[in-house]
């Protein structure tokens, strides 16, 4: 071999710096003379007829400002104000409150009361509604306001540090795509890696089994690498892969930044967690949620988190007097309380994971840190707390007796558990009210930011008044970076938030956000000024309005409430909304419910839509057109529900192509569920066997009378309705269940009761094994994969007999 031709391949092995360095050139002189242009500048070099009178010319990488800070949003989820150390809470978060000793917390944050709208305020800056977010992407409408599709206009600030050099990285609860478009079909454009963020590792709904997770690698479903079995825990992972992700791209280029925008499932339901988290709580809280309230604003007042003349809210005509319960419930209602608290510390301990490995490798101190929580805490585990949080999506009761008896594995991978709404209450302290209404226990959050090389000030508090949407313009202003006119060619909105950088080391700076409206189901409030205007919708509470959450805002009763149901409180004298004045300022009152109209005008606020989880039912436009029959194949992705034919109430029949060895087979032929609730087809000790899984509630199984016979075969199972439903009691139809061999009947049975309105909250199509948590629980582990071949399976919704169709579904399925 030649010496030039060595030189080139050891150049090819080794990189440029060793072309450099064999030349003799200084690998840094070498890089110092390159010549580079801008994108969009003209060449400046020179191009000859040949290499020795040319100059060579290189289009600019991006790179990052030097010595540009890393960004790191940890986003925790129904967390409330008064849940964590740093804030008064009675739950141990010694790593959060170091991260806020080390920096700031902000007393005054707010939110939009509701997930996914508060998390497409904290990546774009603007407003929820701006968005398109007037609700959870699974509740969109026809509306600019209410669609679900974030705007490209509105630009998400990992599009714009991508655009100044930075690594942007996503992991976690995502729930910002359209629930039709998260199906392998797509569109990919509104998932993480289609907003700027290159690489993803996480959840795109709303929450998720934290033993057994719906996982999202960039753009493709993927599986846990361990069962719970082996230890495996959602939270744990997360930070793993978030480490590996910052060490990939530091040990290669060191300078170079990062933005990642950390969500773990926390604290939303499930609230899982190992045993030994929950225990470190025994007996903690059997003195009841009024206890809690009363110590944790004891020491909010010690640590100053609220002004000292601040009045703790009333007790919520919502909550039950602990005093009065009984000691079962007293029993049952204080472990669950511990397992959020477990919950908790347990994420906390992992987020301090992360962190420690930012200051192993040099880069905490340079490290913008933002932590904060997307709502106020979660009332939707009713009165009582559940077992299955599917409960309240489908207006199913939760029920006592069988809460009790789970009581031992409560946290664990069999239950999808939520505590009770006195703990909600608590969690808020020193606000009245939760999640999902736009009272300051909704929608105030706490707010710790670290970023010891930025920021002088130690452990001190900040109260000037700031939203959800004032994140990313303080990043950019603390980066230095103006927001550009345009990104990939769309024309960028103005950003609507305001900086807090002037706050940083000045506790006197003045509020820049003067004026923020709220809207969240009909839940109305406005702040300005240091004053709130307060409409609350259904009402004060549920007692004192005898409705419920959903009740329907018609126009009549709207411009009733415009009139009548208005509350106005001093904020900067009332800290937690406990003096209404709405009779004694009512001038103020009227011009504020007028300047709430004009900020529902500017940011598309209308319609305004109070209907609760009745939205989720609504048709939204799909990818594909309608039609009454839907082919699926084995070894694809999961198609999640909301891209999936809804099969709640009516009429179908689902057909399996497959084969059974001499031997026999077992396992999963079609699965549309999860633990949580759903129905699978599956074989079993030589049996065709239909399961249904009624929200953890109860469990039904038909079984066919005759053992599966070997061969290739369609194997069927028709559903037809027997009665009406009552979807506001919480029932389905009634069904009337046959199974079938190649149309001929094999199996019958009977549901007394189907779920009304939403199966698992993860569920989605998949065919030869149930991946996930198990549907049958009871009957097999996860997935259950059929141990024979499964050709195809077809999913039909016209409602003709299986015994009619036989003959042409096996043609059907033979051509597809």
Known sequence: MSDDLKLTRRNVLLGGTALAAAAGIAPAAATAELLEYKPGQAFPGVIGRTFDVSKPAWPEPRRAREGAANVLFIILDDTGFGQLGCFGGLINTPNLDALAANGLRYNNMHTTALCSPSRSCFLTGRNHHSNGMACITEGSEGFPGSNGQIPFENGFLSEILQQNGYNTYALGKWHLTPAEQTSAAGPYDRWPLGRGFERYFGFLGGDTHQYYPELVRDNSQTEPEKTPEEGYHLTPDLVEKAKAMIADSKQVAPNKPFFMYFAPGAMHAPHHVPKEWADKYRGKFDDGWDAYRQKAFARQKQLGIVPANTVLARHDPDVQDWGKLSADEHRLFARMMEVFAGYLEHTDHYIGELVAFLKDIG??????????????????????????????????????????????????????????????????????????????????????????????????????????????????????????????????????????????????????????????????????????????????????????????????????????????????????????????????????????????????????????????????????????????????????????????????????????????????????????????????????????NYVADQRFKIASTETVPAGDHIFSVEFTPTGKADIPKGKGVPAAIKLFVDGRQIGSGDLPVTIPLQLGLAAGVVVGADTGSPTMDTDYKAPFAYTGSIKKALVDITGEPVEDMAARMKMYLSRQ
């Open 363 to 692: 880069e905490y101190d340079n490290t913008l840190v933002m932590v904060v929580s997307d709502n106020g805490a979660s009332a939707e585990g009713g009165p009582n707390g559940s077992v299955n949080e599917g409960k309240f999506f489908n207006n199913v009761p939760d029920d006592l007796q069988q809460n009790l008896a789970a009581i031992n594995d409560i946290g664990g991978p069999k239950y999808f558990n939520h505590y009770p709404w006195g703990w909600t209450h608590a969690g808020n302290t020193p606000f009245r009210r939760w999640k999902r209404e736009t009272y300051r226990g909704g929608v105030s959050d706490p707010f710790p930011i670290s970023w010891p090389k930025g920021i002088a000030a130690r452990g001190e508090i900040r109260s000037q008044y700031c939203h959800a949407i004032d994140m990313v313009p303080t990043v950019l202003d603390a980066l230095g970076i103006t927001p550009p006119p345009s990104i990939r060619g769309v024309t960028q909105s103005p950003i609507q938030g305001f900086s807090l950088k002037s706050s940083f080391d000045d506790a006197s700076a003045p509020s820049l956000h003067l004026t923020q409206y709220f809207e969240m189901f009909g839940h109305r409030s406005l702040y300005h000024d240091g004053w709130r205007a307060v409409c609350p919708w259904p009402g004060t509470s549920f007692t004192e309005s005898g409705r419920t959450f959903g009740a329907p805002i018609d126009y009549n009763r709207l411009i009733e409430l415009d009139a009548r149901g208005w509350e106005l409180y001093n904020v900067n004298e009332d800290f937690a909304e406990t003096n209404n004045l709405a009779e004694t300022e009512r001038d103020r009152l009227i011009a504020m419910i007028g300047m709430w109209y004009v900020e529902a005008g500017k940011y598309d606020v209308l319609p305004i839509d109070s209907r609760g989880t009745a939205r989720f039912a609504d048709p939204r436009p799909q990818i594909s057109a309608s039609r009454k029959k839907y082919v699926y194949y084995p070894g694809t992705q999961a198609v999640p529900g909301n891209a999936a034919p809804y099969l709640i109430n009516v009429a179908h029949s689902i057909s399996v192509q497959a084969n059974v060895p001499e031997t026999g087979a077992e396992g999963v032929l079609f699965s549309m569920g999860g633990v949580d609730g759903g129905f699978v087809f599956y074989v079993q000790s030589g049996k065709l066997v239909y399961g249904y």
